[in-house]
């Protein structure tokens, strides 16, 4: 784990800003990027790398890890940050963003990427995935948990649902999926292109132990993951996460569609200015 200058573990806040920060710059070397997913799951990622999660950085698959799937695989620019921030890859590699033979291409690929537990370009199968492996893990008697982070356009597909009353009637209380709900994809809002509300009720319909917070309020998420990994009856756990795109750079906040959000050459650099005046101690 990384500490700071002093030896001190930064805060959960900090972790959240340095991996927008990183996010930031990777999306600078190629001018390009699913950008503000990644500014708007930032908190999210910052409470499951560095509160939640049992994980050896040098170690990547060591067996008794939690494993964290990335269902929605054009987010690899976020989890990319993420792993960094928790050194599971090194700094250096930050620079070589979807460049040729990185390890950090621009969709997430398992085969490529240590700390990349799926490929998950195909939207709507993570939850299967996760429920297998979590099925796995049960029969091994492990004590880790499965994360998987999933978008709310993947609520629009059967086989997610498919795969939440297949984790229900199995009681797979090592199973916790994080929906990160921005009402945004790439047609409009996903509200509007298929609404899934009311949500809470759909899941709990569907035999889950169901939380919905603000997925940018470090301290909501902090007593959410500490819920679902403590609870005590035999079913599995979703977190519902309230996010806004493009989080903590307010020009982009503010763009129309910000799905891919359009960044200016000369805006990559203003946007990092923008996240350094918003630094936090």
């Avoid at 292109?193 to 899941?203: H, T």
Wanted: hydrophobic share 40%; aromatic share 8%.
């Amino acid at each position: 784990m990384t500490t700071g200058m002093n030896g001190v573990k930064p805060s959960l806040e900090r972790r959240a800003w340095n991996i927008r920060h990183k996010s930031l710059r990777m999306g600078a070397v190629q001018k390009q990027g699913y950008i503000g997913q990644a500014l708007g799951i930032a908190d999210v990622l910052a409470v499951s790398y560095f509160h939640a999660l049992n994980y050896r950085p040098d170690d990547p698959e060591w067996e008794g890890r939690d494993r964290y799937l990335l269902s929605i695989g054009h987010y690899a620019i976020a989890l990319y940050a993420a792993l960094l921030e928790a050194e599971v890859l090194p700094e250096f590699e930050l620079e070589t963003y979807g460049t040729d033979d990185s390890r950090l291409p621009m969709s997430g690929m398992a085969s490529y990427t240590p700390g990349m537990e799926i490929t998950g370009g195909s939207l709507g199968h993570g939850l299967g995935i996760a429920v297998g492996m979590a099925l796995g893990l049960k029969r091994k008697s492990s004590d880790a948990f499965i994360y998987n982070l999933m978008s709310d356009g993947e609520l629009g597909e059967g086989s997610t649902w498919e795969a939440a009353m297949s984790a229900s009637h199995h009681q797979l209380d090592n199973l916790i999926c994080l929906v990160d709900f921005n009402n945004q994809q790439a047609d409009g809002p996903s509200t509007e292109m298929l609404c899934s509300e009311p949500l809470e009720d759909k899941w709990q319909a569907f035999g889950w132990y169901t939380q919905r917070v603000d997925g940018n309020d470090i301290e909501a998420l902090v007593a959410a993951f500490d819920k679902a990994r403590q609870l005590k009856s035999a079913q599995p756990r979703v977190i519902i996460c309230n996010t806004q795109m493009c989080k903590g750079v307010p020009f982009l906040e503010a763009r129309e569609i910000t799905h891919f959000v359009r960044v200016e050459s000369d805006e990559w650099t203003k946007a990092l200015q923008v996240l350094e005046e918003r630094k936090p101690a």
